[in-house]
C-alpha cells in the first residue's frame, strides 16, 4: 500500500480557505484517494474521493495532479467547527482484502 | 439507513480481564474493519473481516482476535487486558461493490479503560 506523507497540523482563521496536502509518491495504477475528518472521540468520517484532476462535493474540493504522487483537500472558508483531524488514504478500488492504513493525519486548528 | 453501531460505549476493566466489543454494520455492507485508537500511536488497523472470513490482519498480538457472523455482525476479543490496551476501538463497515476504493463508515467508538 502506497505511503501518505501529511503535515502534522495547520492552523487557519475563520472564513480562510484551507488546503491540505498529501504526499504519496508510490501511488499504484488502481489506487484512489480518499479523506476522512475526525473529531475527538468520534469516529473518522468520508470527505471525499477521487482518483484524477479534480472532485468537488458540498463540503470540499480534491486536487489531483496529472502524476498522481500528490493530492490536496481543500476546504473553503473554513469555520470553528472545522476544527478536527484530516487523514489522507491512498487505497485500491474495492481490491479485497484491502486494509486501510491511517497516518498520523493533520490537525487543523480554526481560530476565530 | 441506521448507522454503524458499537456497543458497549464504554467499558472499564482490570488488568488480567478479558472483553468483547460488538459491532453491527451498516445493513447490506458485508466488510467489517477494526482499529484502535490511542493519543501515542494514533489510528491502528486491527483486522478486516468479509464474509465470516478475516482477510487482514495487522501488527497485534495475538490476544486480540476476532469473529464475523452470517449477518456480518462482528466482534472483537482482546484476553489478559494490559494498561497499554486503554484505548478507544472502532469499527468500519464498507460495501465493496461499485466503483472507486472502499469507503469506510465508522461508529462512534467503544471506549475501554484498563485499570
Known amino acids: 500500500l502506497a505511503k501518505t506523507t501529511q503535515p502534522i497540523s495547520m492552523d487557519s482563521y475563520e472564513g480562510q480557505e484551507v488546503n491540505i496536502t498529501c504526499s504519496h509518491n508510490?501511488?499504484?495504477?488502481?489506487?484512489?484517494i480518499t479523506w476522512y475528518q475526525q473529531f475527538p472521540s468520534q469516529g473518522p468520517r468520508f470527505i471525499i474521493q477521487?482518483?484524477?484532476t479534480k472532485v468537488t462535493n458540498e463540503v470540499a474540493s480534491l486536487f489531483i495532479p496529472a502524476d498522481r504522487k500528490s493530492s490536496t483537500l481543500s476546504l473553503p472558508r473554513v469555520s470553528l467547527s472545522d476544527t478536527a483531524v484530516y487523514y489522507c488514504l491512498v487505497g485500491g478500488a474495492n481490491q479485497a482484502g484491502t486494509a486501510l492504513i491511517f497516518g498520523k493525519g493533520t490537525t487543523l486548528s480554526v481560530s476565530s | 439507513k441506521a448507522g454503524v453501531t458499537q456497543t458497549p460505549r464504554y467499558l472499564i476493566k482490570t488488568r488480567g480481564q478479558q472483553v468483547t466489543l460488538s459491532c453491527s454494520p451498516i445493513s447490506g455492507h458485508r466488510s467489517v474493519s477494526w482499529y484502535q485508537q490511542t493519543p501515542g500511536q494514533g489510528l491502528q488497523f486491527l483486522f478486516e473481516y468479509f464474509s465470516e472470513t478475516q482477510r487482514n490482519k495487522g501488527n497485534f498480538p495475538g490476544r486480540f482476535s476476532g469473529r464475523q457472523f452470517s449477518n456480518s455482525r462482528s466482534e472483537m476479543n482482546v484476553s489478559t487486558l494490559e494498561l497499554g490496551d486503554s484505548a478507544l476501538y472502532l469499527c468500519a463497515s464498507s460495501w465493496t461493490g461499485g466503483s472507486g476504493a472502499n469507503v469506510l463508515t465508522f461508529g462512534a467508538g467503544s471506549r475501554l479503560t484498563v485499570l
Open positions: 508510490n501511488i499504484a495504477t488502481n489506487d484512489y
Open positions: 477521487g482518483y484524477k
